[in-house]
Structure formats: structure tokens, C-alpha cells
């Protein structure tokens, strides 16, 4: 999907997005004030009406478990188990039902394959590909596969708009490669890759290729008969479904030779003390009671997208042909789907209102985009720009996106990234874009701090860390508005004490957090239990956490800060409340880094 030629104005007038947003309740609310603007779509995307209503009913009339019950309530769960599985077979123009494994979603699928037919195909000295762009979900299950049968792991390389190099992959493809891993689209910077090109290489070269599909089927016509992969993975919270739900295709020769990833019930034929035969496909892979529920909300979720779909088409004229604005360049990238269109024209809005804020870089410019848009503001952290528009009532995501070696070879630590649905609006994207540019000019360069001999630390500010708390406390009960206490943290944060380079090491970093943070803790000369620290990070948000764990434990005696209740204190500001838990994760790292270092200096200086 070019993102250069087309104009919002291009948008089809047969797509009435907002008869389409009177579907999911969940947009129609304030959050912090505003009205919800919802750019998290390659997360998880909200639910229609209708998905909601089918597990609701499904759990209020039908609910039993599935197949070997003899009574009506568990034949019509399993009635509408097997329906399920014959509408996302179809969706995925899978060629049969055998071919469909309900999983919990592409994570798990990726896996299964991974410790099943990789463990069958892969030995020591041979070769996985995946590429430069994949998610850890489509990393890590072949790393540990790799480790395992000491093979190696290569990586497909990526130019700086974010694209695959094929011609590099030609020529890592050799008789050692068994597997290719890839995205069909990255969730990251939204890039489609070119997969059918890939699978049609690697199969004249006896390679096996698995496709994470997590992002392409909300975005494309996907037909895995047309494709010819091997294996295709996918989640059904990303296209309109519930969590918890997804699905694996496998081509049936290579399904029928794979032993099981799980064992228990439902995926046996016979079992004795002796002897355990395997359930025909595809119950070989479904262990245990399934999430009947799931597949019955993602089947309802498909209807929802394909009846979408056709009514588009009717109002405007029947047929599919004359709506693909964007012929694709090449015949190996599928269509996308009619609705897509719209999609389309949000991403390239979008693109074209942020690229004109100074100081603002789009990450992945593609020249085939799905509707993701990654950015970095320069002289701000993601998590603080992402913190900045949540108090606009506008949902991104920040960070590394899972991809932290794709944000390795950007040399950045993360990025923003805005995600598009059916049910967003040009309107949004503006509102979104508006915001942006006030945070953007809101940037102020950070001054360099001098090279100090003599470091400076904060005093105590207060007799102890309970007595500081209590002022603390009562400056935050002033402000009622969690967008006031958050401007107060950040002015916190603004006037934290700085940290000199030459303490930003890597013993002093601290991990788990979402932007990058440095904890320098020593005993205060002269002293055996005073602590202090210095401490920084990228975020100004975080620093204004840092600022605030300065003021309760600096200068104070470090049986006193092991005592004191930090969590209790957070929670009683209202701090931890509004962090993800990503967020009270690295607040959580940060407060371990202090109570360790005071409780080694506690045991040290008792006689």
C-alpha cells in the first residue's frame, strides 16, 4: 500500500465510518477529559457489538463443553465450536478443516511449529532466516530452537526505509537453510513484505517458510492456498476478535508427520498404561478443554469483517474491481481488503501531517506501508510523548515494540507508534497530529553537564523518609487531577539533580525499564548507613519518578529506607494507579535498586 499518491479527499464515499464506529461502544467515552482517540490498533483492536454479543450469548444459552458430551447443550458448543473453525478456515482461504489449528494466537502457533516440525527438520549445523524486522515472538522460539540443536540463526537485513533486502537473502539461502521465519507485515513500522516472493525462492531451494501474520490479516486478502507457505500464524484480537484466540494453517503432509506440542485430553484416539495413539487432525494439537468462547467470538469477528466487506461493495457497485485505487506494483503483495481503503487514507493523512512537524522523524517509510506510522521526536523519549498525548485522550503505543533489535539497527531506543482501524476518522488523525505539534515545540535542549570531581548529591529532606512522604503526600491531595500531579512529577523531573556521564554505565543501568535510566547508590563518606544517589533517565517522566525516590531516600539512614512502605506511598499519590504495567515494572526496578543497595549497607553495618 503506496503512502505517497493518495489524498484524504480519495477516501471511497461508499465507507461510512461512523455507521461503522456506532459498532464498538468502547470509542465513545472521555479519557482524561477528551474524547477517546483509539491509535493502538496493532496491539489489539477493539470489538464490535456484534463479537461481544455472540460470546455473551453463546455463554448464557449454549455453554458446555465440546465434542464428546452426548447431551443437546454440549452438541450445540460443539456446533458452534466446528462453525467457527469452517468460517476462519475460509477467511484464510484455508483448504480444508484440517488444515486450521485453533490456537491462543500467533505466540503460541510460532512455537508449536517451532518445537515441533523445527525440532524434526532442524540439526546441528543448520540454518534458520528470519529478518531484521520480526517481532521477539518470531525470534526467540527459533533462537532457542537453534541453541538447542547447535544450528544458526541468520537475519534478513533491512535498508533504512524499513524494507527487506532480497537480494541479500539470495544469497544467504544455501543447502543448510531449512526454515524461513517472516512477518507479512511488521508490526513495528508497519512494512508489507513481499512474502509470496520469499515463499516462491525458498521453495525452489527446499526451504520451509512460517509467516507471522499477526498484522496482515486486519489489512489483507490473505489466501494461504495462493500464498503456498507452509505455515501461517495469526491472532484474532488484532482483526476484531477476542484475546486468547487464534489460529494456526499448516499444509497437511507436514501437520500429519508433526508429534504433538501438548498432550492430554481431546488429542487422543486411544490411550493405555502400554500404548497412546493421537486424535486426527487438527484435535492432534488441541490438548485440553479449547477456548470455545474465542473461536466463537473470532468467528464472529470474521462475519463481522466480511459483511463489512459486501456491503461495501453493493453501495458501491457490486464489484471489487473497480475499488483498487492502488494497483499493487508487483504480483507477489496480496490486495487489501475493500475496507482497507480507508485505512489507506488515514496512514497517508497521517503521514503527511507529521512529517511537516519540526523536529519530528518518521521510523519505516516504506513503499508498502499497512496503517502503522512509527516516529521518534527528537530531545524526547517515547514514553514521555506517549504519556503527553494519553493526557490528550489519544492511545499509542511506545517503546521498542518488541522489535529491540530492529530499534538496534535504527540506533534508537524506541519509537512512537500510532496504529489504524476501520472505525478511525481523519478527524482523529488531525486531533492526533495537532497534539503532536504542540508537544513537539514544547522540546527544550537539555544542557550538557560538566565533568564534575566532586558529584553532587541532594541533602535529606526530612528526618526520614516517612516524614518526607507525609509533605510529599500533601502536596499531591492539592491536585485532584491526575493531569496535575502528572505536570508536577514532571516539573520534578525537570529539576532533578543532574548525573554526570561518567556515571552512565552499565553497572548503574537499570533493566526493565521502558526508557533508559541510571542509578548510582554510594554510602555517604564519613557515614557506615547514610545513602545517596544520583540517578537519570531519557524520560522526563521517569525522572520525575527518580526525583521523587531522591527526595524520600536520599540522605536518609538505610535501615530507615528498607522500612519504609515505597509501594504503600505510590499507591497513596496515585502514582501507581496510572502507570501500565510496564511502567510500575521499571518504577518497581528502580525502588529494588535502592532497598537492595540500603539493605546491604544494613547487614554491613551491624556489629
Not at 45 to 60: L, M, T
Not at 135 to 145: A, D, E, M, R, T
Not at 411 to 434: C, M, Q
Not at 578 to 592: C, N, Y
Request: glycine share 6%.
Amino acid at each position: 500500500m503506496s503512502i505517497a499518491t493518495t489524498t484524504p479527499e480519495a477516501a471511497h464515499p461508499a465507507f461510512d465510518v461512523e455507521r461503522v464506529r456506532a459498532d464498538f461502544l468502547i470509542l465513545h467515552q472521555l479519557v482524561r477529559g477528551k474524547p477517546l482517540v483509539y491509535f493502538d490498533n496493532a496491539a489489539s483492536s477493539q470489538k464490535p457489538r456484534a463479537v461481544i454479543d455472540a460470546i455473551k450469548h453463546y455463554y448464557e444459552n449454549d455453554h458446555a463443553n465440546v465434542h464428546r458430551g452426548v447431551h443437546a447443550l454440549s452438541e450445540r458448543a460443539t456446533e458452534l465450536y466446528e462453525e467457527a473453525r469452517v468460517k476462519v478456515q475460509k477467511f484464510i482461504g484455508a483448504p480444508c478443516l484440517r488444515d486450521l489449528i485453533f490456537t491462543r494466537g500467533t505466540t503460541e502457533a510460532i512455537n508449536l511449529v517451532a518445537q515441533t516440525f523445527g525440532r524434526m527438520n532442524v540439526h546441528a549445523g543448520d540454518e534458520v532466516i528470519v529478518s531484521a524486522l520480526e517481532h521477539h515472538s518470531n525470534i526467540v522460539p527459533w533462537q532457542v530452537l537453534c541453541w538447542e540443536k547447535h544450528a544458526n540463526l541468520r537475519v534478513i537485513p533491512v535498508n533504512d526505509a524499513g524494507e527487506l533486502d532480497l537480494a541479500a537473502l539470495e544469497k544467504m539461502i544455501n543447502p543448510a537453510t531449512k526454515i524461513i521465519s517472516i512477518a507479512h507485515v511488521s508490526n513495528a513500522l508497519g512494512t508489507i513484505n513481499p512474502v509470496k516472493k520469499i515463499i516462491e525462492l525458498a521453495h525452489q531451494h527446499g526451504v520451509y517458510v512460517v509467516v507471522d501474520g499477526a498484522q496482515a490479516v486486519p489489512h489483507l486478502r490473505i489466501d494461504v492456498r495462493e500464498l503456498d507457505c507452509d505455515f501461517y500464524a495469526f491472532s484474532g484480537h488484532k482483526v476484531y476478535g477476542p484475546t486468547g484466540i487464534g489460529g494456526l494453517y499448516g499444509k497437511p503432509r507436514h501437520l500429519e508427520l508433526m508429534p504433538p506440542y501438548q498432550t492430554g485430553g481431546d488429542m487422543i484416539s486411544y490411550v493405555s498404561f502400554a500404548k497412546t495413539t493421537w486424535n486426527e487432525l487438527p484435535y492432534k494439537f488441541e490438548a485440553g478443554t479449547p477456548n470455545i468462547a474465542g473461536a466463537i467470538g473470532l468467528a464472529a469477528a470474521v462475519d463481522y469483517v466480511e459483511d463489512l466487506e459486501q456491503s461495501f461493495l453493493r453501495i458501491a457497485g457490486g464489484s471489487p474491481a473497480p475499488l483498487v485505487l492502488r494497483p499493487n506494483k508487483t504480483d507477489e503483495l496480496p490486495a487489501p481488503r475493500p475496507v482497507a481503503e480507508h485505512e489507506h487514507c488515514l496512514l497517508t493523512h497521517a503521514t503527511e501531517r507529521v512529517a511537516a512537524i519540526p523536529g519530528v522523524r518518521i521510523i519505516g517509510t516504506a513503499k508498502e506501508k499497512a496503517g502503522v506510522l512509527s516516529f521518534v521526536v527528537e530531545g524526547m523519549s517515547a514514553l514521555d510523548v506517549g504519556t503527553q498525548l494519553d493526557l490528550e485522550g489519544i492511545a499509542v503505543r511506545t517503546g521498542h515494540h518488541c522489535c529491540q533489535p530492529l530499534m538496534e539497527r535504527f540506533g534508537i531506543a524506541g519509537t512512537v507508534r500510532a496504529s489504524f482501524a476501520i472505525y478511525n476518522t481523519l478527524d482523529e488523525v488531525d486531533v492526533f497530529a495537532d497534539a503532536l505539534e504542540k508537544i513537539a515545540a514544547s522540546v527544550k535542549p537539555r544542557i550538557a553537564v560538566p565533568e564534575m570531581r566532586q558529584f553532587q548529591y541532594a541533602p535529606a529532606t526530612g528526618a526520614n523518609p516517612i516524614a518526607v512522604a507525609e509533605e510529599l503526600a500533601s502536596d499531591f491531595e492539592i491536585l485532584d487531577e491526575w493531569k496535575d500531579r502528572y505536570e508536577y512529577i514532571m516539573d520534578l523531573g525537570k529539576k532533578l539533580a543532574p548525573m554526570p556521564d561518567v556515571l552512565k554505565t552499565e553497572p548503574n543501568r537499570v533493566k526493565r525499564c521502558q526508557s533508559t535510566v541510571f542509578m548510582h547508590l554510594r554510602i555517604r563518606p564519613g557515614t557506615i548507613d547514610i545513602v545517596e544517589f544520583l540517578a537519570d533517565s531519557d524520560a522526563t517522566i521517569v525522572r520525575g519518578e527518580l526525583a521523587l525516590l531522591e527526595k524520600l531516600f536520599c540522605g536518609q539512614r538505610a535501615v530507615e529506607i528498607v522500612a519504609f512502605d515505597i509501594h504503600g506511598f505510590m499507591e497513596r499519590i496515585g502514582l501507581e494507579q496510572h502507570l501500565s504495567p510496564g511502567r510500575r515494572t521499571g518504577l518497581s526496578e528502580m525502588i529494588a535498586r535502592v532497598k537492595h543497595f540500603a539493605a546491604q549497607v544494613t547487614q554491613q553495618s551491624v556489629p
